[in-house]
Every structure is written in structure tokens, then in C-alpha cells.
């Protein structure tokens, strides 16, 4: 469905909205004019409890029940996908949580959620379609337009919709039903920025594969869709690399390392399992599916290889990585064999990771070291460079690796700050060290990705919610053409003070406000009265996670991640 399409059939749905209100007016329902929301969304009659924020909505006064056997009708090119059918199932056992039995000779409002899915293109990728367009009204009403259904033009659409009606769906612990409040509801929805991150660092603490799944999972309910994956750093080499087999030497212990296939796991297990069972001519099991689908592929995943710097693990395993005993990292730029290294690393990694963009860090390079290295000294008096000079080659030869392979480098500032000129046209600026970066790098011509470490770096845990809410990755950008090049932003969770037991609680909720900043307008989240507009749906979001099985600390802590300090409501911490 084109964009223009969707408006049509947001404004024809809105006038059938309309008529269905006078209709049963007529009919003695006690019903209410809709509020269209397309603008500022200020004062307590109109927060509507969805997070992020849908682009446009209109909403009623009605309450209406979902049936607990609610069933699935599909249509579409893409409607009768594995993804639909188990994101669906999925997503009926978050709102049917409570098992309550179905009442004989109740009347249900809601019966069927209809799905259709106009693509069946499932390439996942960065500019995927992700727009959706949800109305839920009672099937027996006077509507044009009964029951609940999604419209979507890619599967990953239909995902971010069922997120959407699931959030919308509540228990009622009076009725033991689920109900859906302020029907009818008609919402059309697209995010504002394509890449919408969480960086995971899993080189500081090992994080082990079930704790990175829950984190991916809870990512989807604030419809974040990337996964920034630092797994390597100076500290320790936990990823197994076959072309290379003694690289994770450099792990914190044989216990603490990621194999091949959980690498795939975290990825794309699907793609894994067809290969596998294609050729036998059966599939996996049903539950098996149900689990990797339906968390997995609307989340892309961006490797992270930080070179020439963050990198002295890998001489645990290859030593002759090292420039020397006493100077072991940068990476040794006057070798072969390093490069050699970098590109079957990334030839390995290619396999694994279908993903555009590969991120080659490059922040951080203190070259000292390769002045006072003998062989490294004359390398550089042989080819007239000088240390800046060799920071600057082994970022280029990186990229052509990269490039080579068909990916398209991320590289963190530094890179850009130190030598713009000479970086490929294709990479990817990821700012970090402050504002103004992006705005920058876009009138170069560069793409850009904002993490500005004063707002939006999780291990930070003195920032508070409401300065990650305000930032913008727009910030300073007033050309249309500059804007389209900020491809969006990512909140990054480095693991020195982090592991298995605080992580999640670090992430969520502070993510979550930076989640909504990075999908829903600015004119949609207005900053004023962030106490009674944007607070309560926040501190609502933060317990849903949890309901749904998420640590998320309490929101108002002057420090995250820190427990509450007395009794309360989830909703007032």
C-alpha cells in the first residue's frame, strides 16, 4: 500500500469512525467524538498509553472486549507468512497472559484479528518498510469498517502493528477479560528514523546468549530494530573466528566465548535451520520457530570490529598482532599478516551477518606506542608517515576490506574529525563524544549515526530520563537534504560496570525514552509538561516490561538501575 494510500485510507477510516459515533448515538451507546492527535498532546484527557507514539491516531470512548480465543484471518501477498502466523501467536500469549476461561454465552466484541500483509518481500534490511495502519472497533457495531485489523505492506510492519494492539489490549482484573479502551481506535504509523539502536558491549563483561536474546526481545516492544553488537574490545576476544581459531585465546575464560552457530542464533537462526533441513525436505518444530521468528527478524543486527585500537586481545591468541610485548595495541599497521587477519575476520563474519552496515570503530588510537616501536619507527620513515598518518592507512585499508565484502563501514567519529577528506564517500559517521557532529558530517555529505555520550550513553547512570527524551539527532540540522542523511540513533550500553545481573535494569526504561524519540515526531512528544504528558506513559511503559518479564528499573531514580527505596505502585517509582 503507497504512502499515499495509507493517508486516504486514514481519513476515509476516520470518517467512517465518525459516522459509526452518530450511528450508535442514535442507537442510545454511550459513545464520544474521536480526538484526532496529529500535533502537540497536551493535558490528562488525551495520553494515550502506546509507546513509542504513533505518527496519527484517532480514539473513541468506548470500551470493547477481545474474545480470549481470538483467532487469525490473513490476506495479502505476504499474509500467509511463517512471521505473521507466529508473531501473531506470540503476541496472543502476551495479551492473554491470565488465564481466564472463555465465559459461555458471553458475547465478545472482538473475535478475529484480520492481518494483511500487501509484500512478500521478508529481506530484512536497513530501509525496510516498517508502516502499518491498525483499527479496532466491535465486529457487531455500525462502523464500515468491523473488528481488529492490520494493514501492512511488509511483515515487519505487521509486527510493529501487533506490538501496537498489544499494548492496547488490558486485563481487566474485575471482568477477568481483556478489553481495549477509548475504541474505536484507528492508528497509521511509520517510524521517523530507519536506524533506531542499542548498542550491547560484550567485551567488558561476557554476556551469555540467553540474556542477548531477552535483550533483542525487549528491543522489539519499544520498536527499536537495531542491534549494535560490540562483541570484541582490548579486554577480551570472545567470538570464534574459523579462519583464525586461536583468536579467542583472548577470551575472559574457555567458559566465556561465542561459537559460530550462536552467532547465527543471535542473528538469524532461521536462515541457519533451512539449510539445515531443507535438504532433508522437513522443518523444525512449530515451538522452535514460534521462538526465533518472531523475536528475531525485525531486529537487524550490526557487527562491531573496533581497529586499529581497542584491540590488544587479539594478540593473546596471535602475538604477532602486537607491535610488541610492550606495546600491543594499536594493531601492528606494518604487517601483512594484520590485515590479512582483519579481512578473514570479516570474510567469517560476512557468513553470519547479512546486515549493510559493519562497524569498524577507529575511535580511541593513542599511536605513541608505534614511535617508540623499532620496526614500526622505520616502517614509518620508509613510507614518509608519520603515526597520524598510519592511523589514517590502516582506517582506509580497513574500509576497502570492508567494502570488498559488500558491506558499508560505520565508523565512529574520530575518523571524521581527524581526516574527512579521505574517508569512503559510503561511511556511515557514528558521533559520539558530542552535539554538533552529524550536522557536520551531513553537509559533507556524509550519512551519520548520533549517540551523544552526555545523553544518550546508558552507563551514564546520572542522566536522567528526561535528558535523554529531549536530545535530538536532528539538533542544528534545518536542510531538508541534511536531514535525510541522519539516518537515525542509537543508546549504547558499555559493559565495564555492567553484566547478567544489572544489564537489563541499566537499558530499560532510559532506552525507552530515547526509543520513542527516535520513532515518533517531535510534534507528537512535545517536550512541555514532560511531568503530566510524558511521565505517566513512560512510567506505564516501564511496568509493562516488567509484566512482560523485563527488569526495567524505576523510572524517576536519581541513579538507574537502582531498586526502589520503600513501597509503592510500579506506576509512582
Known sequence: MSTKLMTFSFYFLTLCC????????????????????????????????????????????????????????????????????EGFQRYREIIFKHHS????????????????????????????????SLFITAENGSSIIQGASIEANTVFGALRGLETFSQLCSFDYGTKSVQVYKAPWYIQDEPKFVFRGLLLDTSRH???????????????????????????????????????????KGSYTKFERYTVEDAYDIVDLLQLLNSWFKPLGVGPSVAFLH???????????????????????WGRGYPELWPSE?????????????????????????KIFPFE?????????????????????????????????????????????AISKNWTPVNWEET????????????????????????????????????????????HLDVPWEDVYKSEPLEGISDGSHKKLVLGGEVCMWGETADSSDVQQTIWPRAAAAAERMWSSRDMTSARNMSSTVLPRLEYFRCLLNRRGVPAAPVNNYYARRPPVGPGSCYLQ
Open 101 to 132: 476461561r472463555k465465559k459461555s454465552g458471553v458475547l465478545y466484541d472482538v473475535n478475529k484479528l484480520k492481518i494483511i500483509v500487501n509484500s512478500d518481500n521478508e529481506t530484512l534490511n536497513l530501509n525496510v518498510d516498517e508502516s502499518y
Open 206 to 248: 561476557f554476556l551469555p546468549i540467553d540474556v542477548i536474546k531477552q535483550v533483542i526481545e525487549s528491543m522489539s516492544y519499544a520498536k527499536l530494530n537495531v542491534l549494535h553488537w560490540h562483541i570484541i574490545d582490548e579486554q577480551s576476544f570472545p567470538l570464534e573466528v574459523p579462519s583464525h581459531p586461536y583468536l579467542w
Open 357 to 401: 552496515l559493519f562497524h569498524l570503530g577507529g575511535d580511541e588510537v593513542n599511536t605513541d606506542c608505534w614511535s617508540s616501536t623499532p620496526h614500526v619507527k622505520h616502517w614509518l620513515q620508509e613510507h614518509n608517515m608519520t603515526t597520524k598518518d598510519a592511523y589514517r592507512y590502516f582506517v582506509l585499508r580497513a574500509q576497502e576490506i
Open 326 to 350: 610492550t606495546c600491543r595495541e594499536p594493531l601492528d599497521v606494518t604487517k601483512n599478516f594484520t590485515f590479512d587477519v582483519v579481512s578473514s575476520i570479516l570474510a567469517d563474519m560476512r
Open 291 to 313: 521462538f526465533v521468528v518472531t523475536c528475531y527478524q525485525s531486529i537487524n543486527v550490526m557487527a562491531e570490529i573496533d581497529v586499529p585500537g581497542h584491540a590488544e586481545s
Open 18 to 85: 465518525f459516522v459509526s459515533v452518530v450511528e450508535s448515538r442514535k442507537l442510545g451507546f454511550n459513545s464520544s467524538l474521536f480526538q484526532e492527535v496529529n500535533g502537540n498532546n497536551d493535558g490528562d484527557d488525551s495520553i494515550v498509553y502506546i509507546w513509542p507514539l504513533p505518527s496519527k491516531y484517532t480514539y473513541g470512548n468506548n470500551t470493547i472486549s477481545i474474545n480470549p480465543d481470538l483467532s487469525l484471518e490473513i490476506s495479502g501477498n505476504g499474509g500467509y507468512s511463517i512471521i505473521v502466523s
Open 416 to 459: 571524521y574529525n581527524s581526516f574527512k577528506g579521505n574517508l569512503n564517500p559510503r561511511t556511515v559517521v557514528h558521533n559520539w563524544l558530542g552535539p554538533g557532529v552529524c550536522p557536520k558530517a551531513a553537509a559533507d555529505g556524509f550519512r551519520c549515526i548520533y549517540s551523544n555520550q552526555g545523553v544518550w550513553y546508558l552507563d
